[in-house]
């Protein structure tokens, strides 16, 4: 009987190393994600509610107000409630529209009409002209003759780098 449960309780030690394993496994693959998420998404967030309870110019010490900021912003503030229509119309208008309109066009696109092909070349034009661009900027910079990569790289001493 102490077989039994000495080999049970082996087992389950085995099943319980190897479940800590790949979770160790998933939250090493999720640490990057909650680094960023932390640092450049949460922190700039709350640093933003601490701040937004004092007066600051960014000079000198900021100065507690509690909350002055949004009793002014929602008693006296005149572009507030200007920003508020501008926003829930951008929100409930300008959003759902957009969506729509995407859906359609990929409908239509998606469907094999006359000219279909065309259309869809013009609308991934785009995105391969970003890439056609930044690779005639770059070529531009590094030319012999005027490039300014080159020309300041050969008045520093140094060889010129590409040609």
Known sequence: MSRTNAG???????????????????????????????????????FSLVISFTEWNMVGAPKFLGFDNYIHMFTSDPFYYRALAVTFKYVFLMVPLQVILAILIAVLLNRATVGSRFFRSVFYMPSLIQGVTLALIWAWMFNDDFGPINFSSSKSGCPVCIG
Request: proline letters at 5%.
């Open 8 to 46: 049970e309780a082996a087992l389950f030690r085995s099943a319980r190393r190897k479940r800590w394993k790949e979770n160790l496994a998933g939250w090493l693959f999720v640490s990057p994600w909650m680094f960023g998420f932390a640092f450049l998404m949460l922190g700039p967030m709350l």
